[in-house]
């Protein structure tokens, strides 16, 4: 096979923010995003960032795989 066309033919799972992933949460979970942010994403069994991508003041800004957050989400719908 020829790796352009494979490469080419490869979908890529969006890396999102944590203000992205709160709002996706709070919507699941009928709360608000700043309750998401605050209560949700740091349970133990929330899914850790991938990579934190630099910021000016030189902290790291987390990035979830979309595709995670989906798989955590339909995890907590069945485990109720």
Known sequence: MNTVTDNMTLQLDPLLSSSQVAEMVAGHF???PAHAKNRIMI???FPR???ATPSIN???R???KRSTIIDWIQRQEQAA
Do not use: A, K
Request: contains cysteine; positive net charge.
């Open 43 to 45: 349970l133990p069994s």
């Open 62 to 64: 987390p990035r979830w």
């Open 30 to 32: 009928v709360v608000s």
């Open 58 to 60: 030189g902290n790291g």
């Open 49 to 51: 960032p991938v990579c």
